[in-house]
């Protein structure tokens, strides 16, 4: 053990120890003066503050060294309105690989370290996939020591706290910064300044040359807080820099001198506005005002951010920032930033609109994350004329552009030229974002095989004919540092116990579980793993929905957002089947399950929210019939999150993903619990259909109508037909329509059951509901042999191996991001 003298103070350079004794001194320290804290034990929430800020100082020396190494090398601007993150502190622990030394170090407070990373509130600046998926490829690129860096905005309130009352979703606003936020550092010095409103005028210089300018711009300054991104076991440490809005200081000198010193000052708040709240919308359209201001927040502050870092350097020659720079827009959210750099190159650096124009489409990538109609963000002309005039003229002029390379490969075609345009005509001309993104990048990917064949060959088609080189896919994935070595500890000593743990940096080596798939030894304590995480859940159910569940019986989980898309409709359709036969003593084959649900609803999206309530309501029934007790329960979990998630993908035995083919981009909850163990039922949707592949049919459980049936299904669909074909269906909802879990509030299912009979429903519920119970049947026979389901239970996780993000992002990396250029301008 090194202890510090006195004498020698640490280098500012040099990172702290990681030793116990250095650790426990800083803990001290912290605690004591950072906090001014005396008593031990009063609140686990000091000892957390004081442990977060001893493990950040560790960070932040790391992060000034990581920034140094990576000043001249070619690095990726990952742009994204959404970081899932989560917790933080346990996270860092372990990428640092300083269990040992910190659990030693809580030892002098009696405290354990997983009672105090319990007093960490959720950083839940996401919705769910999208914004889960930037925070594990950020974990990605730091275990890998890539040069990218995050950018987003630091939301005062993040994705709001879902509660339950009598079955109904109430939203409750989400201030996660309240108790202070120590994984953040504010950079004010860094701060610029991002324009909106005014108007566009026309200046010509000295040489006779016209500029526009834009004017009389109301002007809110992007201030910059940047939160270590640890990699796991190298010592990197990448940023995420994230953009608070605050006013300037400039006031309205007319309302100052008329007396209205007050007024002036409240008119600051609009300003702090735009940074304040997360729009709670997935995988829909957000069409206020405010939500197109907070992208171009993020789009101006990052890329004036970028540029001044290379002008630093470089001062104004711009001939090879192409080569240094890329920047990934995770969805059409970032999608303005097309536009802003040509401002930015063009106005503010003076480059010609072809010099701007060849660095723009060399440096802008775009992911897209839904094929989902109402996803595709249209920003009204007249809002952006109001908000951004100087964007908007050069959005027209990209597109007058962009038009005529559409009339060379289709002369005459005006068709094709209305239905490419990125401005869509019509009494509200809109701009249409995906297709400035994909005119904009150089690269345009798909998130899936089967999603990135449906953008190529439906949503973007022309696109494709046009430019097919631009075109890729990059399957998702997440990190195994999170999914399976924190969350689920027990599982990772096991495998560590065969495999060694090399897995946690190369997840292509947990292939080598397959030859243990028939050792009796590991079986048992797979199961015993299984069983004591089950326990915990049980745990959380009880607390969180008053239900018991029994760890002996089959966990069947569904959580994710709440959608019509995701189905969880058909799941519920499916538990009411279960319920019924057991009323009718048909238990024949059956397997006694615990049925878990959870998952938010966007709060402007009705069904979804009657979803939630009908889920309640079947539960409370269920719960409440004592027939039903030995073979049925249900839950629908509150307030789903990342957290929560750590507790629930250990402890699933089935996997729910069950989308109507073609309408789930990629999904990542299906890779976290693949990746502990769980088993799947699902649709070949997404990358399911990959992770069959991957696993071999007779270990995951498909059903359901696919890609290439559904429009044929969908225009012949007779509901009603299908319904008085399939008695079992009939009868279930015959007792939904009885008001058998609504005796109290008649009629509340009915607008649930009209879709279901709808000639017209899109997400084919009772078409796919036959084979779906059948697969059901498959799952509770699989179930009843222990032994074999636990061998499929190690196959799972065995060949999880693909679905690490470490895969996606290294394909990023080379496929897309070309990450090994350094700039040799620097003499190195
Ligand atoms: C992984 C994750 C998601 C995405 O789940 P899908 O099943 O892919 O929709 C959403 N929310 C949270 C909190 C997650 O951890």
Not at 382 to 411: D, G, S
Not at 561 to 579: A, D, F, P
Not at 655 to 682: C, D, P, R
Request: aromatic share 10%; proline share 4%; charged share 25%.
């Amino acid at each position: 053990m090194t202890t510090r003298t006195v004498c020698h103070p640490v280098d500012w350079q040099d990172a702290p120890l990681l030793d116990t004794q250095t650790l426990a001194d800083d803990l001290a320290r912290h605690f004591h003066y950072t906090l001014g804290r005396d008593k031990v034990g009063e609140s686990q929430h000091y000892l957390y503050q004081a442990l977060a800020l001893t493990i950040r100082d560790r960070l932040v020396a790391r992060m000034r060294q990581t920034r140094e190494e990576n000043a001249n090398k070619r690095s990726v601007a990952y742009l994204s309105l959404e970081f899932l993150i989560g917790r933080s502190l346990n996270n860092a622990i372990l990428n640092l690989e300083m269990e040992k030394e910190v659990k030693a170090a809580l030892a002098n407070y009696c405290a354990e370290l997983e009672r105090v990373g319990e007093a960490e509130h959720d950083a839940g600046l996401g919705n769910g996939g999208l914004g889960r998926l930037a925070a594990c490829f950020l974990d990605s690129c730091a275990a890998m020591a890539l040069p990218v860096t995050g950018y987003g905005i630091r939301y005062e309130y993040g994705m709001f706290n879902q509660r339950i009352e009598n079955g109904y979703q109430i939203e409750q606003p989400d201030h996660w910064l309240h108790e202070g936020h120590p994984w953040e550092l504010p950079a004010p010095d860094k701060t610029v300044r991002v324009k909106f409103f005014g108007h566009v005028d026309v200046h010509k210089d000295p040489s006779g040359r016209l500029h526009r300018v834009w004017v009389d711009t109301h002007d809110v300054f992007a201030v910059p807080y940047d939160v270590p991104v640890p990699g796991c076991g190298n010592d990197v440490v990448n940023t995420l820099r994230l953009w608070k809005s605050e006013a300037t200081d400039e006031f309205d000198l007319s309302e100052f001198n008329a007396g209205g010193y007050a007024e002036a000052v409240a008119k600051k708040n609009l300003a702090e506005q735009i940074s304040m709240v997360l729009y709670p919308n997935d995988s829909s359209e957000n069409g206020k005002e405010l939500r197109l201001r907070q992208q171009y927040f993020l789009c101006s502050a990052s890329l004036q951010d970028r540029i001044n870092r290379w002008i630093t350097i470089n001062g104004e020659d711009f001939t090879e920032f192409a080569d240094y720079h890329v920047f990934q827009l995770n969805d059409t959210h970032p999608s303005i930033a097309v536009a802003e750099l040509m401002r930015l190159l063009v106005d503010e650096h003076e480059l010609s609109w072809d010099t701007a124009w060849e660095i723009t489409t060399k440096t802008m990538a775009y992911t897209n994350h839904t094929l989902l109609p109402e996803a595709l963000e249209r920003w009204s002309v007249a809002l952006f004329q109001r908000l951004l005039p100087r964007l908007m003229e050069i959005i027209y002029e990209i597109n007058a552009r962009f038009l005529v390379e559409v009339a060379k490969k289709w002369p005459g075609c005006s068709d094709k030229q209305r239905a490419l345009s990125l401005i869509e005509e019509g009494d509200y001309p809109q701009v249409r974002m995906a297709y400035l993104a994909i005119v904009g990048s150089y690269s345009v990917n798909g998130v899936a095989a089967l999603h990135s064949q449906l953008l190529r060959e439906q949503l973007f088609k022309d696109f494709y004919d046009l430019w097919p080189e631009k075109f890729n896919n990059k399957t998702n994935g997440v990190t195994p540092r999170r999914w399976l070595a924190h969350c689920n500890p027990k599982l990772a000593a096991l495998i560590n116990s065969k495999i060694g743990d090399h897995w946690v940096k190369d997840f292509s080596e947990i292939s080598q579980l397959r030859r243990y798939y028939d050792d009796q030894a590991l079986l048992k304590d797979w199961a015993q793993v299984k069983y004591e995480n089950k326990q915990k859940l049980c745990e959380l159910v009880e607390k969180q929905c008053g239900v018991k569940f029994d760890p002996q019986m089959m966990f069947d989980v569904q959580v994710k957002r709440i959608h019509e898309y995701k189905r969880q409709l058909l799941n519920i359709l499916h538990v009411i089947h279960l319920y019924r036969r057991i009323c009718d003593g048909d238990t024949e084959g059956m397997v006694p399950r615990c049925v878990l649900i959870g998952g938010k609803a966007a709060p402007g999206y009705d069904m979804a929210k009657q979803i939630i309530k009908l889920i309640c309501n079947v539960a409370h029934t269920i719960n409440d019939d004592p027939k039903a007790q030995p073979w049925l329960r249900v839950a629908f979990l509150p307030n789903y999150n990342v957290t929560a998630m750590e507790t629930i993908c250990p402890a699933a035995d089935l996997s729910e993903q069950i989308s109507t083919a073609g309408k789930e981009a990629s999904g990542t909850g299906n890779m976290k619990f693949m990746m502990n163990g769980a088993l799947t039922i699902g649709t070949l949707d997404g990358a399911n259909v990959e992770m069959l592949e991957a696993l071999g049919g007779e270990h995951f459980f498909v059903f359901g109508a696919q890609v290439d049936e559904v429009d044929a299904i969908r225009a012949n669909y007779d509901a009603m037909n299908i319904i008085n074909n399939d008695s079992n269906l009939s009868a279930v909802i015959a007792l939904l329509e009885s008001g058998h879990f609504n005796l109290c509030e008649p009629g509340i299912f009915n607008p649930i059951v009209n879709v279901l009979k709808s000639n017209s429903d899109p997400w084919l519920t009772c078409y796919d509901f036959a084979s779906y119970c059948k697969a059901q049947e498959q799952v509770a026979i699989a179930y009843q042999d222990k032994n074999q389901w636990t061998q499929m239970s190690v196959l799972n996780t065995a060949a999880s191996g693909p679905f690490s993000s470490d895969r996606t992002i290294a394909q990023y990396s080379q496929e897309i991001w070309q990450l090994q250029h350094t700039m040799n301008s620097q003499g190195e």
